[in-house]
Structure formats: C-alpha cells, structure tokens
Nanobody, 122 residues
Framework: VQLQASGGGLAQAGGSLTLSCAAS????????MGWFRQAPGKQREFVAA????????YYTNSVKGRFTISGDNPKNTVYLQMNSLKPEDTAVYYC????????????????WGQGTQVTVSS
C-alpha cells in the first residue's frame, strides 16, 4: 500500500483545512487508517483514526470537536477535516494504514504517507 497525503498549507487561526490521504497499490478496505502529526522538536503524536469498516472514529483530546476523520472506500481515500485551527496545530501531518483494528500507537502502523505541512498563523 502506498499512501499519498495532500491538502496541507497555510491557514489563519480559526480557519479550516482538509487533508486527504490517497491509497494505491491495494484497496484500503481491511485497513484501519490514522492521522499523526509532528511539530518541530517534538515527537510524532496521534491525531485521529478510523476503523477498517469506517464505523468507529477516535481522536486525541486536543482535536475533539474540531477535527473529523472520514473515509471514502471507493476512492481509497481518507480525509481529515480540520476546523477551528489553532497555532498549536502547526505540524507535518502523516497518514498511516494498519491491518485490522486501529490504534493510537504509531509504531503499530504498517504503512505511512510522506507527510503534508500544516501551518496555522495567529
């Protein structure tokens, strides 16, 4: 599975961005998908995940109510809708795929995209 993340950019605080993660090489049905982020000088952290059948989502507390993860199986694409952005959301965002159940543990994901930069100005 190859993952291609896109949609990052510059936004003002309070604004919105939508990230996309397109999978190729194999359909991602049967894979849980996650989004992680890494800010400069910090460790990669979990942001959101969606179960393999799309019926369960999971968010880190700092983005609950602001971010929404969703999947489009026919397009082999998962999205991260980010609203009410804050400067502390600034990071490189990565999508990841894992066979079977989702997890917030980055080391347990099997495939990773290349990352897309999100910068939020105050």
């Amino acid at each position: 599975v190859q993952l291609q993340a896109s949609g990052g950019g510059l936004a003002q605080a309070g604004g919105s961005l939508t990230l996309s993660c397109a999978a190729s090489g194999r359909t991602f049905s049967g894979y849980a998908m996650g989004w992680f982020r890494q800010a400069p000088g910090k460790q990669r952290e979990f942001v959101a995940a969606i179960s393999l059948n799309g019926d369960t989502t999971y968010y880190t507390n700092s983005v609950k109510g602001r971010f929404t993860i969703s999947g489009d199986n026919p397009k082999n694409t998962v999205y991260l809708q980010m609203n009410s952005l804050k400067p502390e959301d600034t990071a490189v965002y990565y999508c990841a795929a894992r066979r079977n159940s989702f997890t917030a543990v980055a080391a347990l994901y099997d495939y990773w995209g290349q990352g897309t930069q999100v910068t939020v100005s105050s």
